[in-house]
T-cell receptor, first 112, second 118 residues
Framework: GQNIDQPTEMTATEGAIVQINCTYQ??????LFWYQQHAGEAPTFLSY????GLEEKGRFSSFLSRSKGYSYLLLKELQMKDSASYLC?????????????FGKGTKLSVIP | SAVISQKPSRDICQRGTSLTIQCQVD?????MFWYRQQPGQSLTLIAT?????????ESGFVIDKFPISRPNLTFSTLTVSNMSPEDSSIYLC???????????????FGPGTRLTVL
């Protein structure tokens, strides 16, 4: 089975940097995803990590350590519109390897 | 990514009735997925729908409660049967394909159907 943990809520100031952590214990691993979900909307894809290391995409970066079962999403130069829930999801391996298991999400509030 | 639409976008239903949710994709895709997101919770996979075969259900979900159709490569339906207030949730379909229908490692989600059962 899969167990994915991330903080429930975080608050950060506009213009600052915030790091959202995700730890996982899984029976198989094919990759880790981060999604952004604004209230009342569907999740939108942010990043995908398969190999260890940092993937940078503009203001957002995602890091993965497979040996530690750990990932983080780094948001720089925070904007008010970044207030949303951020979902960590793990893709399994073997049969059904396309399936995603989601964490409960971290609700980020950006304040002026 | 593939463009995904869902109907209805929201509905309010009476206990004991059934609702069928439609998911349409603008390209032919092999697999479509149905998720549920209960209030304040994350997404839970209900089933995977492949064209030409029966859907594969996750633990805790059964075909009698959530029958799924997949008549072709661009369309699927999920029915929530004999509804109760506990079925109040957002239901989302997703595909792991780009706008040409080519499989990718990433899943893209439709806008969701917000269901309230009274």
């Amino acid at each position: 089975g899969q167990n994915i943990d991330q903080p429930t809520e975080m608050t950060a100031t506009e213009g600052a940097i915030v790091q959202i952590n995700c730890t996982y214990q899984t029976s198989g691993f094919n990759g880790l995803f981060w999604y952004q979900q604004h209230a009342g909307e569907a999740p939108t894809f942010l990043s995908y990590n398969v190999l260890d290391g940092l993937e940078e995409k503009g203001r957002f970066s995602s890091f993965l350590s497979r040996s530690k079962g750990y990932s983080y999403l780094l948001l720089k130069e925070l904007q008010m519109k970044d207030s949303a829930s951020y979902l960590c999801a793990v893709q399994g391996s073997g049969a059904g390897s396309y399936q995603l298991t989601f964490g409960k999400g971290t609700k980020l509030s950006v304040i002026p | 990514s593939a463009v995904i639409s869902q109907k209805p976008s929201r509905d309010i239903c009476q206990r004991g009735t059934s609702l069928t949710i439609q998911c349409q994709v603008d390209s032919q895709v092999t697999m479509m997925f149905w998720y549920r997101q209960q209030p304040g919770q994350s997404l839970t996979l209900i089933a995977t729908a492949n064209q030409g075969s029966e859907a594969t259900y996750e633990s805790g979900f059964v075909i009698d409660k959530f029958p799924i159709s997949r008549p072709n490569l661009t369309f699927s339906t999920l029915t929530v049967s004999n509804m109760s207030p506990e079925d109040s949730s957002i239901y989302l379909c997703s595909v792991d394909a780009d706008d040409r229908g080519i499989s990718t490692d990433t899943q893209y989600f439709g806008p969701g159907t917000r269901l309230t059962v009274l």
